[in-house]
Protein backbone atom coordinates (compact mmCIF):
# COMPACT_ATOMS: atom_id res chain seq x y z
CA UNK A 1 0.00 0.00 0.00
CA UNK A 2 1.19 3.16 -0.35
CA UNK A 3 0.41 6.14 2.03
CA UNK A 4 0.33 9.98 0.39
CA UNK A 5 0.59 13.46 2.15
CA UNK A 6 -0.02 17.02 0.88
CA UNK A 7 3.08 19.49 1.97
CA UNK A 8 3.43 23.03 1.70
CA UNK A 9 6.60 24.07 0.44
CA UNK A 10 8.49 27.39 -0.59
CA UNK A 11 9.86 27.34 -3.79
CA UNK A 12 14.17 27.88 -2.99
CA UNK A 13 14.06 29.98 -6.43
CA UNK A 14 11.24 32.50 -5.75
CA UNK A 15 9.84 31.81 -2.99
CA UNK A 16 6.31 30.63 -4.50
CA UNK A 17 4.22 28.48 -2.12
CA UNK A 18 2.27 25.07 -3.45
CA UNK A 19 1.22 22.23 -2.21
CA UNK A 20 3.12 18.80 -3.41
CA UNK A 21 2.16 15.14 -3.08
CA UNK A 22 4.85 13.61 -0.73
CA UNK A 23 5.53 9.88 -0.38
CA UNK A 24 4.74 8.61 3.40
CA UNK A 25 5.42 5.06 2.78
CA UNK A 26 4.82 2.58 -0.28
CA UNK A 27 5.98 -0.82 -0.77
CA UNK A 28 6.95 -3.15 -3.65
CA UNK A 29 5.98 -6.49 -5.12
CA UNK A 30 7.84 -8.86 -7.31
CA UNK A 31 11.06 -8.32 -9.33
CA UNK A 32 12.80 -4.91 -10.16
CA UNK A 33 13.46 -4.25 -14.20
CA UNK A 34 17.16 -4.61 -15.04
CA UNK A 35 17.71 -0.73 -15.40
CA UNK A 36 16.02 -1.07 -11.12
CA UNK A 37 13.15 0.18 -12.36
CA UNK A 38 10.68 -1.00 -8.97
CA UNK A 39 7.57 -2.96 -9.62
CA UNK A 40 4.28 -1.61 -8.30
CA UNK A 41 3.17 -0.32 -5.81
CA UNK A 42 6.32 1.86 -6.05
CA UNK A 43 6.54 1.81 -9.52
CA UNK A 44 3.45 4.05 -9.75
CA UNK A 45 4.72 6.34 -7.51
CA UNK A 46 6.92 8.99 -9.64
CA UNK A 47 4.55 11.90 -10.21
CA UNK A 48 5.81 12.40 -6.58
CA UNK A 49 9.79 11.64 -7.36
CA UNK A 50 10.14 15.52 -8.78
CA UNK A 51 8.17 18.95 -8.28
CA UNK A 52 7.84 21.82 -10.28
CA UNK A 53 7.02 25.36 -8.89
CA UNK A 54 4.19 26.81 -11.18
CA UNK A 55 5.72 29.92 -11.40
CA UNK A 56 8.98 30.20 -11.98
CA UNK A 57 9.08 26.46 -12.79
CA UNK A 58 11.87 25.32 -10.66
CA UNK A 59 11.97 21.47 -11.16
CA UNK A 60 13.27 19.41 -8.14
CA UNK A 61 12.42 16.18 -5.95
CA UNK A 62 12.60 18.79 -3.16
CA UNK A 63 11.92 22.80 -4.06
CA UNK A 64 12.99 24.28 -1.22
CA UNK A 65 16.34 23.28 -2.25
CA UNK A 66 18.53 24.59 -5.03
CA UNK A 67 21.82 24.65 -6.20
CA UNK A 68 22.96 28.09 -6.79
CA UNK A 69 23.34 27.89 -10.62
CA UNK A 70 20.13 26.68 -10.83
CA UNK A 71 18.17 30.83 -11.38
CA UNK A 72 20.24 31.06 -14.03
CA UNK A 73 19.96 27.55 -15.53
CA UNK A 74 15.97 28.06 -15.78
CA UNK A 75 16.18 31.21 -17.39
CA UNK A 76 17.80 30.18 -19.79
CA UNK A 77 16.05 29.55 -23.31
CA UNK A 78 17.17 25.32 -23.47
CA UNK A 79 15.16 24.68 -19.87
CA UNK A 80 12.38 26.41 -21.24
CA UNK A 81 12.15 24.74 -24.42
CA UNK A 82 12.06 21.35 -23.09
CA UNK A 83 9.44 22.51 -19.99
CA UNK A 84 7.22 23.23 -23.12
CA UNK A 85 8.48 20.73 -25.16
CA UNK A 86 5.12 18.83 -26.21
CA UNK A 87 6.88 15.58 -28.07
CA UNK A 88 7.77 14.79 -24.29
CA UNK A 89 5.11 13.57 -21.67
CA UNK A 90 4.49 16.25 -19.36
CA UNK A 91 6.44 13.98 -16.30
CA UNK A 92 9.43 13.18 -18.42
CA UNK A 93 10.37 17.02 -19.18
CA UNK A 94 9.94 17.68 -15.32
CA UNK A 95 12.39 14.47 -14.89
CA UNK A 96 14.84 16.32 -18.13
CA UNK A 97 14.16 19.50 -16.52
CA UNK A 98 16.00 18.32 -13.14
CA UNK A 99 18.94 16.95 -15.05
CA UNK A 100 19.77 19.62 -16.63
CA UNK A 101 19.97 21.46 -13.38
CA UNK A 102 21.62 18.79 -11.67
CA UNK A 103 24.12 18.52 -14.79
CA UNK A 104 25.20 22.01 -14.64
CA UNK A 105 25.48 22.13 -10.86
CA UNK A 106 28.13 18.65 -11.20
CA UNK A 107 25.41 16.47 -9.91
CA UNK A 108 26.36 13.97 -12.53
CA UNK A 109 24.79 10.42 -10.64
CA UNK A 110 21.58 12.87 -9.87
CA UNK A 111 21.60 13.61 -13.66
CA UNK A 112 21.53 10.07 -14.85
CA UNK A 113 18.97 9.25 -12.45
CA UNK A 114 16.73 11.73 -13.50
CA UNK A 115 17.08 11.27 -17.18
CA UNK A 116 16.64 7.05 -16.17
CA UNK A 117 13.42 7.97 -14.23
CA UNK A 118 12.53 10.18 -17.61
CA UNK A 119 12.92 7.03 -19.79
CA UNK A 120 10.38 5.25 -17.79
CA UNK A 121 7.65 7.89 -18.25
CA UNK A 122 8.27 7.75 -21.89
CA UNK A 123 8.08 3.61 -22.18
CA UNK A 124 4.75 3.91 -20.25
CA UNK A 125 3.78 6.73 -22.58
CA UNK A 126 5.02 5.02 -25.59
CA UNK A 127 7.09 6.95 -26.90
CA UNK A 128 9.87 5.13 -27.70
CA UNK A 129 12.28 7.36 -29.28
CA UNK A 130 11.93 10.08 -26.81
CA UNK A 131 12.48 6.91 -24.13
CA UNK A 132 15.87 6.20 -26.44
CA UNK A 133 17.07 9.56 -26.33
CA UNK A 134 16.83 10.20 -22.37
CA UNK A 135 19.04 6.82 -22.17
CA UNK A 136 21.16 7.53 -25.00
CA UNK A 137 21.89 11.38 -22.36
CA UNK A 138 22.00 8.99 -18.95
CA UNK A 139 24.39 6.94 -20.37
CA UNK A 140 26.27 10.55 -21.30
CA UNK A 141 26.04 11.45 -17.57
CA UNK A 142 27.04 7.82 -16.22
CA UNK A 143 30.18 7.97 -18.00
CA UNK A 144 30.66 11.84 -17.00
CA UNK A 145 30.30 10.31 -13.26
CA UNK A 146 32.81 7.84 -13.09
CA UNK A 147 35.20 9.94 -14.84
CA UNK A 148 34.93 12.53 -11.93
CA UNK A 149 35.35 9.89 -9.51
CA UNK A 150 31.72 9.71 -8.44
CA UNK A 151 29.84 6.73 -6.56
CA UNK A 152 26.95 5.77 -8.55
CA UNK A 153 25.64 2.62 -6.68
CA UNK A 154 26.22 0.80 -3.51
CA UNK A 155 26.63 -2.30 -5.00
CA UNK A 156 29.94 -3.24 -6.62
CA UNK A 157 29.15 -3.98 -10.59
CA UNK A 158 25.78 -2.82 -10.62
CA UNK A 159 26.30 0.26 -12.56
CA UNK A 160 27.82 -1.99 -15.36
CA UNK A 161 24.69 -3.92 -15.11
CA UNK A 162 22.58 -0.34 -15.39
CA UNK A 163 25.02 0.63 -18.59
CA UNK A 164 24.29 -1.94 -20.37
CA UNK A 165 20.70 -2.28 -20.27
CA UNK A 166 20.67 1.37 -21.10
CA UNK A 167 23.10 0.69 -24.28
CA UNK A 168 21.20 -2.39 -25.54
CA UNK A 169 17.31 -0.80 -24.39
CA UNK A 170 18.97 2.37 -26.84
CA UNK A 171 19.68 -0.19 -29.61
CA UNK A 172 23.40 0.91 -29.14
CA UNK A 173 23.76 -2.87 -29.17
CA UNK A 174 27.93 -3.11 -29.97
CA UNK A 175 28.26 -0.22 -27.62
CA UNK A 176 26.63 -2.32 -24.85
CA UNK A 177 28.57 -5.57 -25.97
CA UNK A 178 32.22 -3.89 -25.69
CA UNK A 179 31.02 -2.71 -22.03
CA UNK A 180 30.39 -5.96 -21.10
CA UNK A 181 33.86 -6.88 -22.35
CA UNK A 182 35.56 -4.57 -21.25
CA UNK A 183 33.99 -4.54 -17.69
CA UNK A 184 32.82 -8.05 -16.86
CA UNK A 185 36.32 -9.23 -15.54
CA UNK A 186 36.02 -6.69 -13.21
CA UNK A 187 32.91 -8.06 -11.26
CA UNK A 188 32.39 -10.77 -8.60
CA UNK A 189 29.11 -10.48 -7.71
CA UNK A 190 27.07 -13.66 -8.98
CA UNK A 191 23.89 -12.14 -9.17
CA UNK A 192 25.41 -9.12 -11.89
CA UNK A 193 27.83 -11.85 -13.89
CA UNK A 194 23.88 -13.31 -14.45
CA UNK A 195 22.27 -10.64 -15.39
CA UNK A 196 25.17 -9.72 -17.73
CA UNK A 197 25.00 -13.21 -19.35
CA UNK A 198 21.25 -12.45 -19.66
CA UNK A 199 22.29 -9.37 -21.46
CA UNK A 200 24.71 -10.77 -24.00
CA UNK A 201 22.00 -13.25 -25.04
CA UNK A 202 19.60 -10.75 -25.50
CA UNK A 203 22.31 -8.67 -27.24
CA UNK A 204 23.35 -11.60 -30.10
CA UNK A 205 19.45 -11.98 -30.29
CA UNK A 206 18.84 -7.73 -31.16
CA UNK A 207 16.24 -8.13 -28.31
CA UNK A 208 16.09 -4.22 -26.79
CA UNK A 209 12.81 -5.32 -24.69
CA UNK A 210 12.11 -4.62 -20.87
CA UNK A 211 12.94 -7.29 -19.07
CA UNK A 212 13.10 -8.27 -15.28
CA UNK A 213 16.11 -9.05 -13.09
CA UNK A 214 13.85 -12.33 -12.07
CA UNK A 215 13.52 -13.54 -15.73
CA UNK A 216 17.85 -13.15 -16.14
CA UNK A 217 17.88 -15.06 -12.86
CA UNK A 218 15.04 -17.66 -14.02
CA UNK A 219 16.74 -17.86 -17.80
CA UNK A 220 19.76 -19.24 -15.96
CA UNK A 221 18.22 -21.64 -13.84
CA UNK A 222 16.79 -23.73 -16.52
CA UNK A 223 19.68 -23.37 -18.45
CA UNK A 224 21.36 -25.47 -16.29
Not at 3 to 21: L, P
Not at 35 to 40: A, G, S, V, Y
Not at 162 to 191: H, M, N, P, W
Request: with cysteine; hydrophobic share 35%; net charge positive.
Amino acid sequence: MTTVFQERSSCAICGNEKEFVKIYSTNSFGSPDLDTRPPEMMRSTMHAWVQQCPECGYCASDVVKAPPEAKKIIEDEKYKSQLKDEKYPKLASLFICMSIIEEQAGNYVNAMWALIHAAWVCDDSEHPNEAKTCRNRAVEMLLTAERYGKKLTKQKGSITAILVDLLRRSGRLEDAREAIAQRRAEISEKTIITILDFQSALIKKGDVSCYTVSQAMKNKSEKK
